[in-house]
């Protein structure tokens, strides 16, 4: 133990120094990347994330979260072991973007309505992207709207995958402990925005972290680790074969980058929560999905 918090205190020096440094010697380019980080959050997450992050708010708090799982979610509920207001989480997560699926099953949590348990599992599955993200622009960007819904279906799929593989032996089906009632609205954007502040903190951190990182040889590699945004973009302008250029950005979506883990971790810590399970998910998840996007291709782009 003490062994190996000294090597983790030796590599957050290293970390600190060289970043420390690079923004020091080579400011303009920093300055750059930070730009792009900027015109990241202003084109992409404040316009999409945003409004999503206080739709779920709202629906959480309002107890139609719960009302929604016990309407439609019974067959996932059996599926994946979740109570009512789990399967209304699940739902979330599918349209809500990262990491709305992780701070609505942190709220349920922090409202006593799921255990723990259910709550690290739920972020693990729960935590996707947007359908305008993965089958919109994902699309855009392998230049046929057919590869972006196949894409999207894809990685709800795995996700799926890895909820079965975790899966609890379920009892009895939890009923939502959550009545309805009606939400204030401003409550909800008040926690949005801090969700969002956070966002694009890290995303201008990571945009800075990978920009200098992609400098080095076969650097292109590299934004697709930190950042799927950029990451998608960059795979797309250096790999030509289009079939594995697809299976590469569906598997990075479903990764969802160092950065998205950043954001997701620091949710789980708000909580109280492990992001044991997303941690160890989402590598899961990323090799199933370029897999099963690399076999499903021939059946879709003929």
């Not at 990571?206 to 950042?227: D, M, Y």
């Not at 989402?282 to 782009?301: D, H, M, N």
């Amino acid at each position: 133990m003490k062994k190996r918090r000294i090597i983790g205190t030796a590599a957050s020096a290293l970390f600190i120094t060289l970043y420390t440094v690079y923004l020091i010697v080579f400011g303009s380019w920093a300055k750059e990347d930070a730009e792009k980080g900027l015109r990241l959050c202003a084109g992409v997450i404040l316009k999409t994330v945003m409004p999503f992050s206080v739709a779920s708010s709202l629906i959480v708090s309002s107890g139609l979260c719960g009302a929604a799982g016990r309407l439609l979610g019974a067959p996932f509920s059996r599926l994946l072991g979740l109570s009512d207001d789990g399967a209304g989480v699940f739902f979330l997560g599918l349209i809500g973007g990262y990491p709305s699926g992780a701070v609505s099953a942190g709220e349920l949590y922090s409202k006593g309505a799921i255990s723990r348990d259910e709550a690290e599992r739920l972020i693990s599955f729960t935590n996707n992207a947007t359908p305008a993200f993965a089958a919109g622009f994902c699309g855009s960007v392998l230049g046929d709207a057919r590869c972006g819904a196949l894409l999207y279906s894809v990685c709800i799929v795995s996700s799926v995958v890895w909820g079965v593989m975790i899966r609890k032996k379920a009892g009895k089906r939890e009923k939502s402990k959550l009545r309805l009632s009606v939400p204030r609205l401003s409550s909800a954007v008040l926690s949005a925005s801090s969700s969002c502040v956070v966002i694009c903190a890290d995303v201008i951190v990571f945009s800075i972290i990978s920009g200098a990182l992609s400098r080095l040889p076969l650097g292109f590699v590299i934004p697709a680790l930190f950042e799927v945004t950029g990451g998608a973009v960059s795979l797309a302008a250096h790999v030509r074969d289009l079939r594995l250029c697809g299976s590469a950005v569906c598997a990075l979506v479903s990764f969802s980058g160092l950065c998205v883990a950043d954001q997701t971790d620091g949710v789980c810590r708000g909580y109280g929560l492990s992001p044991g399970y997303y941690l160890a998910g989402k590598p899961v998840q990323a090799v199933l999905s370029f897999l099963l996007y690399y076999l499903s291709y021939p059946l879709i782009i003929s």
